[in-house]
């Protein structure tokens, strides 16, 4: 029996998300406390288990086989009693990757979600009840139901108070008074089966963790994208950018475009899942729209995220001088748009030049550079169009940001990773340089475009492995191909273009065809004009419909 273990472990034998583990270290006492290691924090298995056996699973979150009454230390032990046998007979392999540090990270690549069919039912209910109740009243309703599992008391069908529920809804930041008065009196005044809806929200989340919320939160998002020009960001992406700037527990975390939240939260679980007595972590968060906020405010409060030290505002209220106020920027802002309205009134400098208008790319890069303090990290979500721009500002933009040493890196991720959006996508590695501290000669360049895996027809997704070989390359520690370190005077040879794939090496260090990466170029560029064509059709579509009112 192995001794040690680590909160990754722990989640995968109790059946849990590792969001689960970060919040029974918090607001339980007697959890055991780990040790430090080399590897990171462990945890005694005798210790771990022990605890276990005092909390019963929740009737909600029984696996086949399993009883009312039941406890996580009997789920626990079974687990590992099978991972002893395994080993037992399995012949040896190779040792795993490290996947420390830990944070949300799914337990195996194969593990499907624990709860997806109650999940399921729950959006078959809302969509049972939409002919009874209007939408925006029904999400309203069933967040305000998922806030009461989690932070709340725990709603019981047979005893639903939607008064209650509206005025949690209020007391998050979600609702205005008047709007909760308005959600009760909408409820009370309809024909909403409100007890099987009721049901159905507290059988698709679970007690112990946010999984089951987070999953019926994303879905309300992904509805949402196309009418606020945002997208969601999947979970797998957030892992990626949080675990490529390791936040720390001191570290003054801000998303300037941050949706609803996730980036947030999946860095604020990070934190907390390495730090040996986490405390309140400082991070802010602008939302570019009104719903947005709404959503964000919610999910971390979901998180527990609603202490002192955590804002959330609309970015059209962000003070002027906000400049150097970050020690770490991460955020995954609209592709390809025009620049949001608070663009100019933060009073921020665009050292680089201006981005052209009506492509607030090379806007937000800047941005989130100018946000750092002298020494602080940015991870931004791009579009890949910016690696390879022809556009004469943006390709001075990127010359200049390249020839300051501000770009550190550049991840290339595979395709149909997002649910709502084909574009390709990057993460931009930038930093600010500190006082007396030359910036760095070279460019770490990482293309991770072949790894994923289909987990649906359309889409794909980075597994934990795939995540630590990204990290592992991003340090320079991976094995020769992935990532390479490439310098700015090779940059600046290839007319300042970066793409990793031009970059990348074989094993023996030969570039890999030329064809290749211009045939990926061509690509992208295919991707922006059927953009531009779909935005010309839109306009042509709304002009029509002016000229068929002029006849009538």
Known sequence: MTEQLSATDIARLAGVKQAAISNWRKRHRGFPA??????????????????LDQRRIPANALLAGENAGDTFGARFRANLAGDARRSATD?????????????????????????????????????????????DRLRDLVLGLLLANHVGNPVEPEHLDVRYVAELLTRHGYFAPEQAVALTQAITSSEIDIRGL????????????????????????ARDDKRNAEFLTPESVARTVVALLEPSADDRI?????????????????????TRQPSEIW?????????????????????????????????DQVSSSVSGVADVVLTNPPFNTGGPRFANQTGLNRPF?????GNFNFGWLQLCLELLKPGGRAAVVMANGSLSSTHAAEKAIRQGMVEAGVVSGIVALPRRLFPTTSVPVCVWLLSKPAP???????????????????????????????????????HGRAERGLGVPVS?????????????AIYRKTTAGVELSAAISEVRDLRVRLSELLAEVSRADAEAERQLDRISSWNH
């Not at 780990?34 to 605890?51: F, K, M």
């Not at 159905?200 to 998002?221: C, M, N, R, Y």
């Not at 802010?284 to 030290?309: C, F, I, P, V, Y």
């Open 353 to 357: 030049g201006e981005p052209p208008e």
């Open 254 to 274: 801000l998303d300037p475009c941050c949706g609803s939240g996730s980036l947030l939260v999946t860095a604020a679980e990070y934190v907390r899942s390495n």
């Open 283 to 315: 991070s802010t968060g602008w939302a570019l729209h009104e719903d947005s906020l709404r959503l964000a405010k919610l999910r971390a409060a979901l998180h527990g995220m609603t202490g002192d030290r955590s804002s959330l505002v609309l970015a």
């Open 34 to 51: 780990p040790t430090r290691t080399p590897a990171g924090e462990r945890y005694s298995v005798e210790a771990v288990a022990g605890w």
């Open 91 to 135: 012949p040896p392999a190779h040792p795993a990757p490290r996947l420390e540090p830990t944070f949300r990270a799914k337990p195996s690549t194969a593990t499907p979600r624990p709860r997806p069919d109650p999940v399921r039912r729950l959006w078959v209910e809302l969509d049972h009840q939409r002919g009874r109740f209007g939408y």
């Open 198 to 221: 009721a049901y159905a929200v507290s059988t698709a989340v679970g007690t112990e963790d946010a999984l089951g919320s987070d999953e019926i939160l994303d879905g309300f998002v």
């Open 488 to 500: 700015i005077a090779e940059i600046r040879a290839r007319g300042y273009r970066l793409n990793p």
């Open 436 to 474: 007396g501290k030359r910036p760095p000669s070279s460019v770490v360049m990482v293309d991770a475009t072949e790894l994923g895996t289909t987990v649906a027809s359309a889409r794909r997704e980075l597994t934990t492995a795939d995540i630590l070989r990204i990290t592992e390359a991003w």
